[in-house]
């Protein structure tokens, strides 16, 4: 690498490795429980209309349950009326008291209503078919109560009797619920009724990834990523204020860092459980996520610790750009990720991604009063700003293009402006702009959706930023969500992400962005911080 900054310390990396698991592990706190039971009874009804063509109808109220005998070969399905993630816990006894071979269930818990038709020889899937949340217990001593040693996430619950000695009754269905904070957020004041309920979903969504570190979604792929990581770390900022979280997050991703110094892209929080995944642009969002966290919680010992990481991710990257022509070398080892887009070209948001980086980096390089390591950081951010407009900005349409093929991608637009690549006034037509173009690639992905709404705010287009919110995320509370969706395309209900949508997680983190927007509205704040305003006219 050609700037010259604080090095981090290959050296002396198990020890750190050591020291950051140890420390994750004194941060870690019990989660909160909180007792939820079914509220209704419902059946699944095929519905081209509903969110992957089904809906789920109530057909009763689950206070009858108690009263009720299941025969074998029986089904019920339960509603908990919103989203949890728990522990099941089941008071059962046969209607005769005698109990002579065990009873057998299939128990499925769901999300949505599609996931309760899975029936496991259809499965298309290419991710584990281990994600589906069905099991199949036996129990061989009745009355008594079960409990589940899993973790579920769902808001229904399926129970299919295969056998039983005699008719089954369900004295009660327990639901324990766990979360970091097992309460739904304040809604701000002053928002509209269906920014009320954007809110509340986007809440319930936070409040359900956030358990003993910040997870992608609960019932898949429950483990913590960079990226969504530094969306939640935002959302949580403005809610739940749950300083101690974000700090054993960022502990746990460093302690997963590798022989080169790339931190991980994504981490479990069970020592010896070790992860290699590392995607360049996860990886130096890592700078942006300690100066949110410096700027929010003022931890300056914290985050000294960790800046020479952070400026690590920077100068792996640069290892990686070919040259002045904002090229990149592709090692199959790292995923160049932007977004789950299809046919996506990566390679200038991958580098407006680097000079948006770089720009957090001289910021907090100057908050910890490391002067010399901001004017280099700045210098480089200047150099590949100059470049990338020399390599990729269209001067006939004022938008930028990735590739050979000169791509036009929202994801480089969007980039464009969070980078301050574009000026406000040339983002602000970009973004325009790329809405009406033909051809452009456009993303269904919530993660990049999000930073559309952060390209908005600071471009000062508060109705499209409202706009998005209302289309996007409320059409996915039209369609019936309690919890914001992992992907969502309302051009495509059937739209899938990993070959088969019972594999979809509908509580997914990088999805509570109503929570920072719509409370940033309420503080009347149409943008960000002066901080990253002055980042972006750099
Ligand atoms: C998926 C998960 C996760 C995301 C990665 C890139 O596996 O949805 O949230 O960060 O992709």
């Not at 409202?466 to 369609?479: E, F, K, P, Q, T």
């Amino acid at each position: 690498m050609d700037f010259k900054v604080t090095e981090f310390d290959l050296t002396g990396l198990a020890a750190m490795r050591r020291a950051w698991a140890e420390q994750a592990e004194s941060l870690r706190r019990e989660p909160e429980h909180r007792d939820a039971f079914p509220r209704d009874f419902v059946r699944t009804v095929p519905d081209e209309t509903a969110y992957q063509g089904v809906r789920a109808e109530t057909v009763g109220g689950a206070e009858e349950l108690p009263g009720m005998e299941w025969p074998k070969k029986s089904s019920l399905i339960l509603d908990f009326g919103e989203h949890h993630v728990g522990y099941f816990e089941f008071t059962m006894h046969t209607a005769t008291g005698y109990c002579d071979s065990p009873v057998s269930l299939r128990l499925l818990a769901a999300e949505l209503p599609y996931e309760l038709e899975y029936r496991s020889e259809d499965f298309k899937g290419k991710l584990s078919q281990g994600w589906i949340q069905e099991e199949y217990i036996k129990i061989d001593v009745l009355p008594g109560v079960v409990r589940l040693p899993r973790r579920y996430a769902c808001r229904y619950l399926r129970i299919d009797v295969i056998a039983t000695p005699n008719r089954l009754v369900f004295d009660r269905v327990r639901f324990d619920t766990v979360a970091a904070h097992n309460f739904l957020p304040e809604t701000p004041a002053g928002l509209t009724p269906e920014e009320r309920e954007l809110h509340t979903a986007a809440g319930r969504t936070l409040r359900d990834c956030m358990q003993t570190c910040f997870e992608d979604g609960p019932k898949r792929d429950r483990r913590l990523w960079l990226g969504d990581l530094y969306l939640q770390a935002k959302c949580n900022a403005v809610t739940y204020r749950d300083n101690a979280l974000v700090e054993r997050s960022i502990c746990l991703l460093a302690a997963n860092t590798n022989d080169f110094g790339m931190i991980a892209t994504c981490a479990f929080e069970y020592p010896g459980m070790l992860t290699n995944s590392h995607y360049p642009d996860y990886m130096m969002l890592f700078n942006a996520l300690l100066l949110d966290h410096l700027q929010e919680y003022g931890n300056k010992a914290f985050v000294a610790e960790f800046y020479p990481l952070a400026v690590q991710q920077l100068r792996v990257f640069r290892g990686m750009i070919a040259g002045e022509d904002c090229t990149l070398h592709r090692n199959p080892a790292y995923r160049l990720f932007i977004d789950h887009c299809p046919g996506l070209e990566i390679e200038t948001p991958e580098i407006c991604v680097y000079i948006f980086a770089l720009k957090h980096a001289a910021e907090l390089a100057r908050a910890l009063g490391y002067d010399a390591d901001a004017a280099a950081l700045t210098a480089e951010a200047v150099r590949w700003h100059a470049n990338i407009r020399h390599a990729a900005l269209d001067a006939e349409t004022g938008l930028l293009v990735s590739g050979r093929e000169r791509q036009v991608s929202e994801a480089s637009q969007i980039w464009g402006v969070l980078s301050g690549v574009f000026s406000a006034d040339e983002g602000r037509a970009a973004l325009t702009k790329m809405k009406t173009l033909p051809g452009v690639v456009t993303s269904s992905n919530p993660y990049l959706l999000t930073y559309l709404l952060e390209a908005y705010d600071l471009c000062g287009m508060e109705a499209e930023r409202d706009r998005l919110l209302h289309d996007y995320w409320g059409g996915m509370v039209r369609l019936g969500a309690d919890t914001f969706w992992e992907m969502f395309n309302p051009d495509d209900l059937h739209q899938q992400l990993y070959g088969d949508a019972y594999l979809l997680s509908a509580c997914h983190a990088w999805s509570c962005a109503p929570c920072l927007y719509l409370s940033r509205k309420s503080r009347n704040e149409s943008k960000p911080s002066s901080a990253a305003d002055s980042r972006r006219s750099k």
